[in-house]
């Protein structure tokens, strides 16, 4: 089984980009999907269920290290789920760490919380805190006694950050990829957004879509998309949502967007010092999520590295490997200091 092929080691020496040891190119995509990114993730990890407070079912996998140096725990973004992430575990197979992922309630495998699986509910974010930590204790404490790192995405960091606030020092330290502490509502300013469903919501339609959002769109294309400038990965995991429909999840609903709303102004509002070390990925073209919070965010924390990825897009873990090979080696690097028990300021050394 190749890790990386000879085409790739040329490109990174070319374009002046180290390849991270086992990451695939992007090239390669199309190849292994099939032959070996899925079978990897098929056959060293195991699925379970667990019933959250409200009994709902949420799904999860886990990969066990021998001898491991660690757990790292994915929360992903919204409308993601754990199969997305095969290539991000092969990628990171040989960190020594146990791996962990499981998907949001309301998304993925998990249940759903309305009559149309397709929409993207929840009341309070508090709700996605509480399921992040009856993971975190009944399924990977229960299995490891080393360091715990979160590995977040966009709204998974929101997630993250709040049960930081709630529950402090559960976790050793975060990886923030892209994290959602502000959106972009184009094409409503900021200010009719939260108006406007403040309202909606306050007239009982709060299980509806937002202005505008839909159901999952089955003929998406690649161009002018706001996620990544990387064909192959952008197009593996459509596929992947196209073989199995059950996944697929469409726009946020008027109670999502007021719930997440409420969830950004508290992390903007608490400049309150987290007591473990964190790294703050930001994708210098990402129109998602907004650049401005993310800095203030870092700035006043005092272990939290920021590092901005040129012509990066917001889902930074699936962009074009010249992106992606830069933020592995730099989650690599964060998670090699930080379980070998560096003092926090060495973590700064990471900026860029």
């Known amino acids: 089984m190749r890790s990386v092929s000879c085409f790739c080691l040329l490109a990174a020496l ?21 032959s070996t990114l899925m079978p990897y993730f098929l056959e060293h990890f195991t699925s379970g269920v667990i019933k959250n407070r409200d009994g709902g079912d949420i799904y999860y996998a886990k990969s066990e290290a021998a001898g491991e140096a660690g757990a790292l725990v994915v929360v992903d973004g919204r409308t993601e789920f754990m199969a997305k992430y095969a290539e991000v575990f092969y990628d990171l197979r040989d960190s020594g760490f146990s791996f962990y992922i499981y998907d949001h309630r309301g998304q993925g495998e998990s249940y759903r919380l309305l009559p149309d699986p397709q929409k993207g509910h929840v009341d309070h974010f508090d709700d996605y805190v509480e399921d992040l930590h009856l993971f975190l204790d009944t399924v990977v404490k229960s299995r490891t006694q080393r360091s715990i790192f979160l590995l977040s995405h966009s709204m998974g960091g929101t997630v993250s950050v709040l049960h930081e606030r709630r529950y402090p020092g559960t976790v050793t330290g975060m990886i923030l990829c892209s994290p959602m502490f502000s959106i972009n509502t184009l094409p409503f300013p900021p200010i009719l957004a939260r108006t406007l469903g403040r309202i909606l919501k306050s007239l009982g339609f709060g299980a509806r879509y937002v202005p505008g959002g839909k159901p999952y769109d089955h003929h998406h294309t690649f161009e002018n998309n706001d996620l990544t400038d990387s064909f192959a990965r952008f197009e593996l995991n459509r596929r992947r949502v196209e073989e199995n429909p059950k996944v697929a999840l469409g726009s946020p609903t008027i109670s999502w967007l007021s719930a997440a709303f409420a969830a950004m102004d508290r992390i903007k509002a608490d400049a309150t010092p987290l007591p473990i070390p964190m790294l703050l990925l930001v994708g210098e073209k990402d129109t998602v999520v907004g650049q401005k919070v993310q800095k203030e965010f870092c700035g006043v924390q005092p272990t939290c590295s920021l590092s901005i990825l040129p012509h990066g897009k917001h889902e930074l873990l699936m962009e074009k490997d010249q992106v992606r090979d830069a933020v592995l080696q730099q989650i690599k690097d964060f998670l090699k200091s930080s379980t070998a028990g560096y003092p926090s300021d060495i973590l700064h050394d990471l900026k860029r």
């Open 14 to 34: 070319l374009i002046g980009n180290a390849v991270p040891a086992g990451a695939v190119c992007e090239k390669e995509v199309p190849e292994l999907s099939d």
